[in-house]
């Protein structure tokens, strides 16, 4: 991750964590035990509310969001694969959660965001996957503009994410 968060472009930037964060963001309503979803929301919020500080993104502009994650949801899906190896019940959450494009949607609803949603398991670098499935976004005349996220669930570490907003003066 430390990689693609020094990379340039965007007309605003937030990190997961950054200074002065707990070691866990506040929680969302609707997903459980994984870290996944609230660091979703957490890097997406603070992205938007610097390019758009009232938290609202203009009516005419169409944002869409790409999400990029290797791993996905690794906790929630080492929860369950504990779960029913132990034949316990798994949850009905967890089959919400475990699909990215659920916490991702949760996002676009949250802002009223009038663009796509796209989630990706990048095939090389993760920032290039991203920026390029934006900019055909973009091109497709899909979004004005994209927001960009890029998480990953260390196996032995905390969860990190970059988010990036692509669009509006010039082409990142």
Not at 73 to 99: I, M, N, Y
Not at 100 to 118: E, F
């Amino acid at each position: 991750m430390s990689g693609s968060s020094s990379r340039p472009g965007g007309s605003a930037r937030a990190r997961w964590p950054e200074t002065g964060d707990d070691d866990q963001p506040p929680g969302v309503a609707g997903f459980v035990f994984s870290p996944f979803a609230p660091v979703v929301v957490a890097v997406a919020e603070r992205c938007l509310r610097r390019r758009y500080p009232t938290a609202e993104v203009p009516v005419g502009v169409r944002t869409g969001i790409v999400l990029v994650s290797a791993s996905g949801d690794r906790v929630s899906a080492e929860h369950v694969r504990a779960t029913v190896e132990a034949g316990a019940r798994v949850g009905p959450l967890f089959f919400f959660q475990s699909v990215p494009n659920s916490v991702a949607g949760h996002v676009a609803a949250r802002w009223g965001l009038r663009g796509p949603v796209v989630c990706l398991s990048p095939t090389g670098d993760p920032y290039a996957d991203g920026v390029a499935e934006a900019n055909l976004l973009r091109d497709d005349g899909d979004a004005d503009e994209v927001l960009l996220i890029l998480i990953e669930q260390a196996p032995d570490g905390p969860t990190e994410a970059v988010a990036v907003l692509l669009g509006g003066e010039g082409r990142q």
